[in-house]
């Protein structure tokens, strides 16, 4: 398994910006697909956004133009920029990760972002 670890969330005001950055235990060649998701209070887990190995990148609707995926092989990272923050993104943002060799993904343990004036 690989071990996952987010880091950058915080307080912003909207419209501003944040970078969250999820580091793992396993250089990033070995994972074939990683990717973020978010719980806000009182609701489900839903899914943000993931890149894929083979250089593929998805994003949910509600976060497409404002937020970029993208991996950094020499720090065995993935990154979440997010632009012109809305109130509704906030929420506790995890990364997850699965090997080549599994079928099930890892996940980390989470870092909030909070949108508020």
């Known amino acids: 398994q690989v071990q996952l670890v987010e880091s950058g969330g915080g307080l912003v005001q909207p419209g501003g910006s944040l970078r969250l950055s999820c580091v793992a235990s396993?250089?990033?060649?070995?994972?074939?697909?990683m990717g973020w998701y978010r719980q806000a209070p009182g609701k489900q887990r839903e899914w943000v956004a993931t890149t894929t190995r083979g250089g593929t990148t998805n994003y949910a609707d509600s976060v497409k133009g404002r937020f970029t995926i993208s991996t950094d092989n020499a720090k065995n990272t993935v990154d979440l920029q997010m632009n012109s923050l809305k109130p509704e993104d906030t929420a506790v943002y995890y990364c997850n990760g699965r090997l080549f060799t599994r079928l099930t993904y890892d996940w980390g343990q989470g870092t909030q972002d909070t949108v508020s004036s």
């Open positions: 396993r250089s990033i060649s070995s994972i074939a697909s």
